[in-house]
């Protein structure tokens, strides 16, 4: 089984990629956590675009969404929105349908807690048709918690995070057994 994961902030160190980190160390055996690194490598959407041949960097992000079960994004809030790199990506598959009845966990970590982020990102994925799971949250001060190589220090986000994550590979396998 294999679940993407995608940061919403482009930066190396922020606390999205390490709690990307974190995730991938407390997914069960057999479950490949894959991060996905292009974000920034997106061009920004324009329909004009959208054609038989979209450009290679969509085409290629949409391949790896469409052959993975599951989607974990763990993304910021900008100015009490959802980053812009984040959103283009999410507009590059409005139409496509790759997120289509796919499970989605949907962890948004920044210092405010991320609130209204998240809920534009659950009414963004809601109207894409994914499945946006019940145990997605957003937490404050992730950046605390979370060393630099993906160790959780704070407990209780750890077993926030691996409950999140069991949900999201439970959902994700029916949603492999449902595919034709």
């Given at each position: 089984m294999r679940i993407l994961g995608i940061s919403g902030s482009l930066r190396a160190e922020s606390s999205n990629a390490r709690l990307l980190r974190a995730a991938a160390g407390l997914v069960p055996p057999g479950?490949?956590?894959v991060t996905f690194q292009g974000l920034g490598d997106l061009p920004h959407f324009n329909?004009?675009?959208?054609?038989d041949l979209p450009p290679e960097p969509v085409g290629?992000?949409?391949a790896l969404l469409g052959s993975v079960d599951?989607?974990?994004?763990?993304s910021p809030e900008y100015a009490h929105g959802v980053p812009g790199t984040l959103k283009n990506a999410l507009d590059w598959v409005v139409s496509s349908g790759e997120l289509v009845g796919l499970p989605v966990l949907l962890v948004?970590?920044?210092p405010g807690g991320g609130a209204l982020a998240h809920a534009a990102l659950v009414e963004t994925l809601a109207v894409m048709t994914a499945d946006v799971l019940g145990g997605s949250f957003a937490t404050p001060l992730a950046r605390a918690h979370v060393r630099p190589d993906g160790?959780?220090?704070e407990p209780g986000l750890e077993a926030q995070l691996r409950a999140a994550l069991e949900a999201l590979v439970e959902a994700a396998g029916r949603h492999a057994r449902a595919r034709p």
């Open positions: 479950v490949a956590l329909p004009d675009l959208d054609g290629a992000f949409r599951g989607l974990l994004i763990s948004t970590a920044s160790a959780l220090t």
